[in-house]
Every structure is written in structure tokens, then in C-alpha cells.
């Protein structure tokens, strides 16, 4: 007659594996093979600098290189291609520097290019939308014209290059070398020159 422990210790061990069974399922229907990506979701934070390369008025009488700005892009994107390499953004930006936020609210398109890596992609994107440029000081330029409390309207464009690595198909971590926001407006033009790095995930 087998003593009553050892049943016990055989139902405790089905227990347990039974246990890392479903943890090992679970853990499975989170992480991806490298170089998948499990949803059409994508969420980033990108953070970095914005440099001012041009600020001219509209008359041409005056430019300047214009201030440099701490960039804060939180972003959203859907894939709507079927290899989930094609997203329409929504990339709201916050540029801040003393006297002086930039509200960005553009929509734009990016395409994952793969690479012989798996995981790793470069990231081409264009957008463009509407900016406004809030004066909290006395600063000088062709959008916001050395007011306090000023408000000018613009839109842009802006092309971007970068590239970036999804670990197991949801988490992304990655950098833009290149990202040149262009704006337009009754008040002139100006141009920016931007570097930015980010991390995300992927749904």
C-alpha cells in the first residue's frame, strides 16, 4: 500500500507543471518570434533636441537661425498594410524652450523597411499638419513677433529617416538622425534640423 504523501507529492508535482505549462502559454501569446509583430497597434514616446537652422519673414527683410527647442513627441500608429510595416501616424509634438512652446498636430505615414536582422528596420516617414506657436515671453522671430502672449498659425511638413529594433515583436527602441520639420505660414518660413530617440510597444 503506497503511503498517502506520495500521492500528495505526485498531485503537487502535476500541479506545478501544469503551472509552468500555462505560464510558458501565456508568456508565448505576449512575446513573438524576432521579426514579428503581433498587432496593427503602435505606441511611442520620442524625446530630443530641435535645432533652428532658418527663421526668415515673409517680406525677406530679416532672418535668423532661431532657438533651439526639448522635443516631446508621445505617438500612435495603425498598420495598414498586411506585413504591419505600413502605419498612418498621429504624432503630437511639443517643442519647448524659455518664451516659447510649438503645439504640433500632424498626421503622417512611416514604413518599416526590414533589414537582414530580424528585428531591425529602417523607419522613412512623412508628416504634416498644423503647428501653433505660443509666446510665454519676450522672443523675437517671424512667427511670434516679440509679444507676450503671442499666437501664430502655421503648418509644416516634415521628412524624416531613422531606424530601430523590435525586441521579440513588442517593444521598440530606436533614434531619427534626420528629421527636418519645415513651416509655412503669412509670417515667413523656418526650418529646423531635429534629432530624437524613442521607445515604445507594439500591440
Given at each position: 500500500m503506497r503511503h498517502p504523501w506520495r500521492r500528495l507529492a505526485w498531485a503537487v508535482g502535476l500541479l506545478m507543471l501544469l503551472g509552468a505549462g500555462t505560464q510558458a502559454e501565456a508568456g508565448s501569446s505576449f512575446w513573438r518570434k524576432q521579426g514579428q509583430k503581433p498587432g496593427?497597434?503602435?505606441?511611442?514616446l520620442r524625446m530630443g533636441g530641435a535645432f533652428g537652422v532658418y527663421y526668415g519673414s515673409g517680406s525677406g527683410y530679416y532672418y535668423v537661425r532661431g532657438p533651439d527647442f526639448f522635443v516631446l513627441q508621445p505617438e500612435a500608429g495603425f498598420a495598414v498594410t498586411k506585413d504591419r510595416n505600413g502605419y498612418l501616424?498621429?504624432?503630437?509634438?511639443?517643442?519647448l524652450t524659455p518664451g516659447l512652446a510649438?503645439?504640433?498636430?500632424?498626421?503622417?505615414?512611416?514604413?518599416?523597411?526590414?533589414?537582414?536582422?530580424?528585428?531591425?528596420?529602417?523607419?522613412?516617414r512623412i508628416s504634416g499638419g498644423y503647428a501653433a506657436w505660443v509666446s510665454t515671453g519676450y522672443v523675437y522671430g517671424p512667427y511670434y513677433g516679440g509679444y507676450y502672449g503671442a499666437t501664430s498659425h502655421t503648418g509644416f511638413m516634415m521628412p524624416e529617416f531613422?531606424?530601430?529594433?523590435?525586441?521579440?515583436g513588442r517593444i521598440n527602441a530606436g533614434g531619427e538622425l534626420f528629421s527636418l520639420p519645415i513651416f509655412?505660414?503669412?509670417g515667413g518660413a523656418a526650418v529646423q534640423y531635429r534629432v530624437l530617440f524613442y521607445g515604445g510597444i507594439n500591440l
Open positions: 496593427p497597434f503602435m505606441f511611442n501616424l498621429a504624432p503630437v509634438q511639443f517643442e510649438v503645439v504640433m498636430l500632424p498626421f503622417g505615414f512611416q514604413y518599416d523597411i526590414p533589414l537582414p536582422v530580424p528585428g531591425l528596420y529602417l523607419t522613412p531613422g531606424a530601430k529594433y523590435v525586441i521579440k509655412f505660414g503669412p
